[in-house]
């Protein structure tokens, strides 16, 4: 059953991620990423670590994606680029470089050892138990599931603090500069520019008997 159940999530979290990328329509590739985050919260909880899973929900659906949505709306376009613009010469390095990231990521996933162990998780197909919560000496992975709030909390504040401080700060300047983008005036660059000068009409002069004056000077009263 929960073989079936991860093929499921799986499945519907590609489908997001994919209508993520081809999406032209950015408000709908930002509904389609929410979308994905969700199945990555709902993998966590099928793994059993449902801190990690409301982390992902509070920190990548309640912020990330919500900053997200705030830019493309703020930017006022929400159509995105004609794909047939792209160079075809970048479209086959690139599936080649998607390929060899997946192989790499399969590969790394597949054969790393837990702590503690000396086989990978592909040949192994129960979970490996803690330690009983009597005894004195318990080993990293036992602490770190008993604590995980507390170990998450420890290494943001600690081991990553400057890349925690440095991605809040890249996101505050992203919402700071489509609100930039948004209110600045668009200005049309194919628009031909007319001076200044040019613009302003002179003003003929009125003789002083009036219009029966301009009428006998003009070329058709000539």
């Given at each position: 059953?929960?073989?079936?159940?991860?093929?499921?999530?799986?499945?519907?979290?590609?489908a997001?991620?994919?209508g993520t990328?081809?999406?032209?329509n950015?408000?709908?590739a930002?509904l389609?990423l929410?979308?994905?985050?969700?199945?990555?919260?709902?993998?966590?909880v099928?793994l059993e670590a449902e801190f990690?899973?409301?982390?992902?929900v509070?920190?990548?659906?309640?912020?990330?994606?919500?900053?997200?949505?705030?830019?493309i709306m703020?930017?006022?376009?929400?159509?995105?680029?004609?794909p047939s613009g792209?160079?075809s010469?970048?479209?086959?390095?690139?599936?080649?470089?998607?390929?060899?990231l997946?192989?790499?990521?399969?590969y790394g996933?597949?054969?790393?050892?837990?702590?503690?162990?000396?086989?990978s998780?592909?040949a192994n197909?129960?979970?490996?138990?803690?330690d009983a919560?009597?005894?004195?000496?318990?080993?990293?992975?036992?602490v770190?599931?008993?604590?995980?709030a507390?170990?998450v909390?420890?290494?943001l504040?600690?081991?990553?603090?400057?890349?925690?401080e440095?991605?809040g700060?890249?996101?505050?300047?992203?919402?700071?500069?489509?609100?930039a983008?948004?209110h600045?005036?668009?200005?049309d660059?194919?628009?031909p520019r007319?001076?200044?000068?040019?613009?302003?009409?002179?003003?003929?002069?009125?003789p002083?008997d009036?219009p029966a004056?301009i009428?006998?000077?003009?070329?058709?009263?000539?």
């Amino acid at each position: 059953m929960l073989h079936f159940v991860f093929i499921v999530i799986s499945a519907l979290g590609l489908a997001a991620a994919l209508g993520t990328v081809l999406a032209r329509n950015l408000v709908r590739a930002g509904l389609y990423l929410v979308a994905f985050f969700f199945t990555v919260a709902c993998q966590f909880v099928l793994l059993e670590a449902e801190f990690l899973a409301a982390l992902q929900v509070l920190v990548y659906i309640g912020a990330v994606a919500i900053l997200l949505m705030f830019g493309i709306m703020l930017t006022r376009n929400i159509q995105g680029d004609d794909p047939s613009g792209t160079p075809s010469a970048w479209q086959l390095p690139g599936l080649v470089a998607g390929l060899c990231l997946f192989i790499v990521l399969a590969y790394g996933i597949a054969h790393q050892k837990p702590i503690g162990t000396e086989f990978s998780w592909a040949a192994n197909e129960v979970r490996p138990p803690l330690d009983a919560p009597s005894s004195k000496v318990q080993s990293p992975r036992t602490v770190a599931v008993n604590n995980m709030a507390k170990v998450v909390g420890d290494e943001l504040m600690t081991r990553y603090v400057i890349g925690f401080e440095v991605a809040g700060l890249l996101l505050t300047v992203a919402l700071v500069g489509a609100i930039a983008v948004a209110h600045r005036e668009e200005v049309d660059p194919s628009a031909p520019r007319i001076p200044a000068r040019a613009t302003q009409v002179p003003a003929s002069p009125i003789p002083a008997d009036g219009p029966a004056s301009i009428a006998a000077t003009s070329p058709s009263a000539r």
